[in-house]
């Protein structure tokens, strides 16, 4: 029962660098989600996939791309990495769309600093 | 825009007591309105959820408080628990959106 597995769990880069995030979900959801995490904002939406072969922007998607690769993966983008990049990269799931008791099931995190 | 304010903050309270955190949100289309609990290093986990036409949902020591025409939930956490000190995020949801808008978040610590 993995759930939802982010990799990597820590990573540091110089401003400048690339790095993808990736995340896999093994339950068989339509929808996955990437979220960042900041001290005092709460949880905010980069990008989102509502199924496969499909992605959209959430509200901060600027300096960000993303890959839905199949149904299981998303992964997410740093084509340029700068230091306001630096946060806690939460990637979620969920089941079909328009369901309640639905919730989105998060993995735990990629804690990314950009120096 | 911030379309979800939650408070407070941080909150600590004393072993035995009731810990309550509190949202309003401003858009009224919304059909869903989940509480999440986050541990530190882990990612944040649905605790309980209601929807506009319930006034209170109770699910052991956890009861949401609804009031739709002042556009307010709230998390009541009974006989609070040093188990229960963790992160608190309010959020919201409209059905074929299904983007989460959360709250900024309440770091609760229970004291013995």
């Known amino acids: 029962n993995a759930g939802v597995t982010q990799t990597p769990k820590f990573q540091v880069l110089k401003t400048g660098q690339s790095m993808t995030l990736q995340c896999a979900q093994d339950?068989?959801?339509?929808?996955m989600y990437w979220y960042r995490q900041d001290p005092g904002m709460g949880l905010r939406l980069i990008y989102y996939?509502?199924?496969?072969?499909?992605?959209d922007k959430g509200e901060v998607p600027n300096g960000y791309n993303v890959s839905r690769l199949n149904k299981r993966e998303f992964s997410l983008r740093l084509e340029s990495a700068a230091p306001s990049q630096t946060s806690v990269y939460f990637c979620?799931?969920?089941?079909?769309?328009?369901?309640?008791?639905?919730?989105?099931?998060f993995g735990d995190g990629t804690r990314l600093s950009i120096l | 825009q911030q379309q979800v304010k939650q408070s407070p903050q941080s909150l600590i309270v004393q072993k035995g007591g009731i810990s309550i955190i509190n949202c309003a949100y401003e858009?009224?289309?919304?059909?869903?309105f989940p509480w999440y609990q986050q541990f530190p290093g882990k990612g944040p986990a649905l605790l309980i959820a209601?929807?506009?036409?319930?006034s209170e949902k109770k699910e052991g020591r956890f009861t949401i408080s609804f009031n739709k025409s002042a556009k307010q939930f709230s998390l009541h956490i009974m006989d609070s628990q040093p188990g229960d000190s963790a992160t608190y995020f309010c959020?919201?949801?409209?059905?074929?959106?299904?983007?989460?808008?959360f709250g900024t978040g309440t770091r609760l610590t229970i004291i013995p």
């Open positions: 339950m068989n959801h339509n929808s």
């Open positions: 996939s509502a199924s496969e072969g499909t992605t």
């Open positions: 858009n009224t289309a919304f059909d869903y």
């Open positions: 979620a799931s969920s089941g079909h769309r328009g369901l309640d008791n639905q919730p989105q099931h």
């Open positions: 209601i929807r506009p036409d319930v």
């Open positions: 959020a919201v949801i409209r059905f074929g959106n299904e983007k989460l808008t």
